[in-house]
């Protein structure tokens, strides 16, 4: 028989749990002077979730019978009386992410500084993170405890050392391999407090050993070895009674915690192992299990572990231990009466007299009904008002003493190292608690408002505001908006604006989701900017303002819109302009507004709009001009496009952006920058205007030369012109219209030749022969294709990723030869001039697939001579004579290409078979 299958003996405990007041427990001990078990709340036999909880039926609670004396200690292994630990509603929730091998704490082993000035709302940082639409969909910052664990480690840390267990000494040693009795075994959990060896760590090797001590835990398990685990789990859950170096307490209740979840989830299993009927063992899932799924056996072991837990004389160890292993009540009683276990476990919390270490408890205790049933509220609304008056306990003489002289701490300072706990507390009531629950948690502020000294505020009150703000839902928070700005205006008047003001900007994304009524929305906002406008600190005012843009750009119109930004402009000036955080939060302010408008024009028309674009600097309004840019391709109408004050802001911002990017830029950088601008010049049109449009081109391509895809949009664009005059003149060209057509023609064959990408290259230089053929302008068609010949020659020397492949080069040239069918041949070179030259780059390329590629590549040039040689070629350009009729009947002009025909065939045909 293992330890874990140890029978109870018989009895029944009678003992009720007493706490003492909390300014009699000493300063070394947080655990009353208890017998040394109480009473458990299991009973002799496995229950069934129909089964009434024995409050109901009169019987003792060890929480409610709290004035009783302590009756005498008996066996803590005996048969208890049944004060059963239910869970309610059948939710399925997830299991917990950690695992006992992998560690997700280890970011926590990095250097830190120490965090006694650090406030524990420093994990608001997120919330400053706008949507992918950068619109508020939900006012709530609702961070999860796999990342909200991996964020305290980080920030509470200290310089000092820590005192941690060894737990390789020859007594946890001999633990593991203890006597078979049950009297030894029991006797393993409890015993030898003193002689297990203590050793001070840094913090950084802190957080390092207990990662191990958690894998250690685990192995020592799967060794058999479970009266060890069981020890270790214990001792650990003993360092949370040690609240001597508070800055720290924070990421030690994690590491401790992490440790506790693992040794929870290796007895589930543990139980599971035992046996499971045939129900049971179609379910995989944690939370399917219930009382149903398992065998007698397994009920059993179930019971001795939380007999194993009972025996624990101190208060810390035992309710941690119990809390870690909650879950397996389901195998008792399902999920039928967990609610009132809850509630009982967090009774038994009030037994924990420092004010540190009773919240980060109640914090864990909310965590493990999170865990096991979210729709929970009464358990954790329990805990976050007991947790709450801890705050004014922090005013006692005692305490305030110990936090002052001890610990060296003021008392606001230590108040904020319970953050984390009352944020995660509150979180998870404002995430499942509705209008009654938001109304109750600030009745509850409100009492602690007058709980200080001399009925004035308590420590931390504007952190716990904060959070109230910030975790419970926008249409929670509207409903009661008027006295929300009455608390934040008191918190204000007495903790400093400075210091508050953000609270403002908390309350301001509720309203951002949730508007007030359309009456009250402006006096609303005339009563909060009146504080908010006197805000010295320029960072702290920004925060507010980039949320209450999107609150008047949605709910107001442009003379409000134009009213907040004047005063952003008055409040940004001088050296903090320049300050990375002011950037960012213009940027901010900035974009909001640029989200919500639906017109490039009246953006720019708002009178403060280009004053406060013009206090943004470096990347701020490389992003806030992107933005403007999208604006402009998006909304713009015809007559927007052309207007000269629109054109010109916006080509501003094109140069803005182009100008951002340099040789350290990435390709997506590069690629959406060009993308941006090449939207803005396709957009721009001027209308019958054409020389108008031709110079903006011009001026474009001055400005804007760092990226192939913007000058090859600005060829591209020129050809376009080249085509809408040719379709207005209907081919007869006057003689402006013809310098016209000429001057495009010449823009393209000029811009073409600095495009990097050969491909987009030589198909613009393909299209603007085609453009200048259809145009009847023989000679700018020639110089065009003589370009093609010289660029296809030059492709050897050009970088192997810069290659073109066979086949995008073969089909390119079936596409050349099929335009030179309609080609006029040179009047002194002859007719086949482009085509000799042709063949001639064909011959001599570097063909990558040899001979083979290089025959395929003759294939439309035999097909091009072909046509050449029929009496009347197979199409034409209007108005342009082919060679059919400049060459019609000349005998050489066919002799030259037979000869040429044979000479193609003949080299084809040697390449096929090389």
Not at 54 to 65: H, L
Not at 80 to 98: W, Y
Not at 189 to 217: K, P
Request: proline share 5%.
């Amino acid at each position: 028989m293992t330890s874990d299958d140890a029978a109870p003996s018989e009895g029944q405990i009678e003992n009720k749990w007493v706490p003492l007041n909390m300014e009699e427990v000493s300063s070394n001990s947080f655990s009353p002077a208890l017998s040394p078990a109480a009473s458990h709340p299991l009973g002799g036999g496995p229950q069934k979730s129909e089964t009434p909880h024995p409050a109901a039926n009169g019987q003792a609670n060890p929480v409610a019978n709290e004035g009783a004396a302590p009756a005498t200690p008996t066996d803590p292994l005996s048969k208890a009386s049944v004060i059963s630990d239910p869970l309610s509603s059948a939710a399925k929730t997830p299991t917990d992410p950690l695992s006992a091998a992998s560690d997700p704490l280890s970011a926590g082993n990095q250097n830190s500084t120490p965090s006694k000035e650090k406030n524990a709302t420093d994990d608001g940082e997120a919330e400053a993170a706008l949507d992918s639409e950068l619109d508020l969909k939900d006012s709530r910052t609702i961070i999860p405890w796999s990342i909200r664990k991996t964020q305290i480690v980080q920030t509470f840390t200290t310089t000092g050392t820590i005192q941690m267990p060894s737990f390789v000494s020859n007594e946890v040693a001999k633990a593991g391999r203890g006597g078979n009795t049950l009297q030894a075994r029991v006797d393993s959990i409890d015993d030898g407090d003193d002689e297990v060896s203590m050793v001070r760590y840094s913090a950084r090797e802190y957080v390092q050993n207990m990662t191990e001590m958690n894998e250690e835990l685990a192995r020592a398990w799967n060794n058999e070895e479970r009266v060890k685990a069981l020890k270790m789990a214990i001792q650990c859950a003993k360092l949370l009674g040690d609240s001597s170096t508070p800055q720290f307490y924070p990421s030690l209740f994690v590491l401790v915690t992490e440790i506790l979840d693992t040794f929870g989830r290796l007895v589930f299993e543990r139980i599971k192992q035992k046996g499971l009927t045939a129900a049971g063992k179609k379910k995989k899932r944690m939370e399917d299990f219930g009382p149903d799924d398992v065998t007698e056996e397994a009920r059993e072991t179930c019971k001795n572990w939380f007999y194993k837990i009972a025996s624990i004389r101190e208060l810390i160890p035992r309710v941690y231990m119990e809390m870690a292993i909650i879950r397996c009540y389901q195998f008792l009683y399902g999920y039928g009466e967990f609610e009132s276990s809850l509630r009982r476990l967090a009774g038994m919390l009030r037994g924990i007299a420092d004010p540190l270490g009773s919240v980060h408890a109640r914090a864990y205790l909310v965590r493990r009904s999170e865990d096991i049933n979210a729709s929970l509220i009464a358990p954790v609304m329990d805990c976050f008002q007991d947790s709450s008056q801890c705050l004014a306990l922090l005013h006692s003489s005692y305490w305030s003493n110990r936090i002052t002289s001890v610990n060296k701490l003021d008392v606001d300072t230590y108040a904020s190292l319970l953050g984390p706990a009352l944020d995660y507390q509150l979180q998870c009531l404002g995430h499942k608690g509705g209008r009654s629950c938001c109304i109750e948690v600030l009745k509850n502020y409100a009492h602690l408002c007058k709980a200080g000294p001399a009925g004035g505020r308590v420590a931390g009150t504007g952190m716990l505001l904060e959070f109230i703000l910030k975790n419970f839902e926008a249409e929670n928070l509207s409903g009661v908006v008027v006295e929300l700005v009455r608390l934040i205006n008191e918190e204000v008047a007495e903790g400093g604006l400075d210091k508050h003001v953000h609270l403002y900007g908390i309350l301001g994304r509720a309203l951002v989701v949730s508007p007030p009524p359309a009456e009250t929305r402006l006096p609303l906002l005339n009563e909060i900017w009146k504080h908010v406008a006197a805000c010295s600190d320029v960072k702290a005012y920004l925060g507010v303002a980039s949320v209450f843009i999107q609150y008047v750009v949605k709910y107001f119109g442009d003379k409000e819109v134009c009213l907040l930004l004047g005063d952003v402009v008055r409040h940004v000036s001088g050296a903090a302009r320049a300050e990375s955080a002011v950037q960012e939060e213009l940027q901010r302010t900035t974009l909001h507004i640029v989200a919500h408008r639906n017109s490039f024009q009246g953006l720019i028309a708002l009178q403060q709009w280009m004053p406060v674009v013009d206090l943004l600097q470096g990347p701020g309004l490389v992003e806030v001009s992107k933005a403007m840019l999208r604006l402009f391709t998006s909304t713009s109408s015809a007559q927007e496009a052309r207007d000269p004050v629109a054109v010109h802001a916006a080509f501003g911002l094109a140069k803005t952006v182009h100008d951002a990017i340099d040789d350290l830029s990435s390709d997506n950088q590069r690629r959406e920058a060009g993308v941006l601008i090449c939207g803005f010049l396709r957009r721009i049109g001027f209308g019958s205007e054409l020389e108008q449009h031709l110079n903006f081109l011009v001026d474009s391509r001055r400005f804007l030369v760092s990226l192939d895809i913007v000058t090859h949009t600005l060829a591209m664009e020129a050809v376009s012109l080249v085509a809408v005059c040719q379709e207005k003149v209907k081919g007869r060209h006057t003689r402006r219209t013809l310098s016209f057509v000429k001057a495009c023609l010449a823009f393209v064959i000029v811009t073409l030749p600095s495009v990097q990408d050969r491909e987009w290259q030589l198909q613009g230089l393909l299209l603007g022969g085609q453009v200048a053929l259809r145009a009847g302008l023989i000679a700018q068609a020639e110089s065009f294709f003589k370009a093609i010949v010289q660029a296809i020659q030059d492709l050897p020397s050009l970088s192997p990723s810069a290659q073109l492949s066979d086949e995008w080069l073969t089909s390119y040239l079936s596409s050349f030869a099929s335009t030179l069918v309609a080609v006029p041949g040179h009047p002194e070179h002859g007719p086949l001039y482009v085509v000799n030259g042709l063949l001639t780059v064909v011959r001599k390329h570097a063909w990558q697939g040899g001979g083979a590629a290089r025959a395929r590549a003759y294939a439309p040039m035999i097909a091009l001579l072909c046509a050449y040689a029929q009496p009347r070629l197979p199409y034409q350009v209007a108005g342009v004579d082919g060679n059919d009729v400049l060459f019609a009947r000349d005998a050489a002009f066919f002799s030259e290409i037979h000869q040429t025909l044979a000479r193609i065939v003949d080299e084809a045909l040697d390449a096929a078979l090389d």
